[in-house]
């Protein structure tokens, strides 16, 4: 089963900008589709983004369209998130999702149908 490690988060001003990376391992990456999700304390996982196995097609949270990028090198086993114009209610702990079902448009929102977690990386903007 493919593992997940995020890196990437920290301290930003708001308005400022922060670039996410989830390193996958194992050889079906390509087959994935890949999410962006964020948590902060006593709230459910919200969905941020996702992409399609390719990388064509995309999906964002209202709240990230417009700022927030999502995209996926499969030569490196990577997804990325870049986050522009940052707002202090972007802050939450970041995590990427892999889900291991499903065909060349998928890029679901709901958590229930990702399989596999990272461990998230803590992204806080100050106002």
């Known amino acids: 089963q493919a593992q997940l490690v995020e890196s990437g988060g920290g301290l930003v001003q708001a308005g400022g900008s922060l670039r996410l990376s989830c390193a996958a391992s194992?050889?079906?990456?390509?087959?994935?589709?890949m999410g962006w999700f964020r948590q902060t304390s006593g709230n459910e996982r919200e969905f941020v983004a996702a992409?399609?196995?390719?990388?064509?097609?995309?999906s964002y949270a209202d709240s990230a369209k417009g700022r927030f990028t999502i995209a996926r090198d499969n030569a490196k086993n990577t997804v990325f998130l870049e986050m522009n114009t940052l707002k202090p209610e972007d802050t939450a702990v970041y995590y990427c999702?892999?889900?291991?079902?499903?065909?060349?448009?998928?890029?679901?929102?709901?958590?229930?149908?990702?399989?596999?977690w990272g461990q998230g990386t803590q992204v806080t903007v100050s106002s």
């Open positions: 999702a892999a889900a291991t079902t499903g065909g060349i448009y998928y890029r679901p929102r709901a958590p229930s149908e990702y399989d596999v």
């Open positions: 194992g050889r079906t990456f390509s087959g994935y589709a």
């Open positions: 992409v399609s196995v390719n990388g064509r097609f995309t």
